[in-house]
């Protein structure tokens, strides 16, 4: 069975917009601080399910930059003026789906969501991909919970029925050595 990596495309603005606390951001003019506690809440999500992931921000906000770069373990690409962050999707989703590859878009636009998964791409709605980010913190916090709480007990490799049977083999032996 051949394992496929995962794959990642978020458009950064579409969470802006439906994500609760990034709209509150957004809506007090906080673009910038919306954008930071997108990346660094994606930044756990993705390095916890190790998926590579884009994170593509338009020139909606940022007119006339057009940059990419590396950070918190995600890719982030800033389209250049004029160039929707749908259509670099579209465009990118040609390179990166192949048969060692699951590509997810994570996007609440309909229209978006039919082209990428046209194009061979699965689709994962803005509200889904929050939904699945809130799961995943909480396994994080309740992991650390229980190593927390197991971290001085002994690890047993065998289960309690194999534990069972090896009582009684030892239990037999005794009974034999005491003949």
């Given at each position: ?70 950070q918190f373990n995600l890719h982030v690409v ?36 039919r082209i990428v998964f046209q194009k061979g ?15 995943t913190n909480a396994e994080i916090a309740h ?37």
């Amino acid at each position: 069975m051949v394992l496929r990596k995962e794959r990642l495309i978020v458009d950064g603005y579409n969470m802006i917009g439906s994500w609760p606390l990034l709209v509150k951001l957004k809506n007090r003019d906080e673009i910038e601080a919306a954008r930071d506690l997108l990346l660094a809440t994606l930044s756990n999500y993705v390095g916890y399910h190790d998926i590579e992931t884009w994170v593509i921000f338009d020139a909606m906000f940022v007119p006339g930059i057009s940059k990419s770069y590396d950070q918190f373990n995600l890719h982030v690409v800033f389209t250049s003026e004029g160039q929707t962050a749908d259509s670099y999707i579209e465009e990118m989703i040609v390179d990166l789906v192949s048969p060692l590859h699951n590509v997810t878009v994570a996007t609440s636009d309909l229209a978006e969501q039919r082209i990428v998964f046209q194009k061979g791409a699965l689709r994962q709605s803005a509200q889904e991909l929050f939904r699945d980010v809130q799961k995943t913190n909480a396994e994080i916090a309740h992991g650390g919970n229980d190593y927390e709480y197991n971290k001085y007990q002994r690890s047993i490799p065998w289960s309690v029925h194999q534990l069972d049977k090896l009582n009684d083999f030892y239990r037999d032996l005794i009974d034999k050595k005491s003949e």
